[in-house]
């Protein structure tokens, strides 16, 4: 039997699976990368070390943006979670989220959760999102869209907009 700390992890994990794999891969890189650059600072390449370092703190960015994001995506699936709890299997709830594979993920685990996990699956089918669509629809559009900063409050945090 599992405790309640394992079990949270495991939750977070499942809620938002390619965060968390990205965010490791990343460290894990990161990681490599500055011991390479400390080998090489060893033995006297100055220059050789300041690249490695360099791309290890590029790859250490990525990880930390990666393992927020995970951590958004959770928060994500608690708010989805509530939603069909509190009005039950509804596709407007589904629509916000549709455009994003992380979001996607979210939503899914939190329908199965639910018991609307098969008709929550059929909705992302009916609108074409198959397995190998990982990159977020405004992305695909727009690569540099990673760059903005309404793009980047629309990941990190979920939820209703403000009225003005």
């Known amino acids: 039997m599992l405790c309640f700390r394992c079990k949270q992890a495991i939750r977070y994990v499942k809620a938002a699976p390619w965060p968390y794999l990205t965010g490791t891969a990343s460290l894990l890189l990161a990681l490599g990368l500055k011991g390479a650059g400390a080998a090489r600072l060893a033995a006297g390449d100055l220059p050789g070390a300041a690249v490695l370092c ?39 709830i589904l629509e916000p989220v549709a455009g994003s594979r992380c979001q996607r993920d979210a939503a899914l685990f939190a329908a199965d959760e639910t018991g ?40 990190f945090m979920p939820g209703k907009k403000a009225r003005a």
């Open 54 to 92: 360099g791309w290890g703190a590029g790859w250490l960015v990525v990880s930390f943006f990666a393992l927020a994001d995970g951590v958004s995506r959770y928060r994500e699936y608690r708010r989805i979670k509530a939603m069909f709890l509190r009005f039950g299997y509804c596709e407007r």
């Open 116 to 155: 609307h996990g098969g008709a929550a699956r059929r909705y992302f089918t009916g609108l074409g999102y198959r397995w190998y669509h990982v990159l977020p629809d405004k992305v695909v559009r727009n690569p540099l869209a990673f760059l903005r900063p309404g793009f980047l409050r629309a990941c």
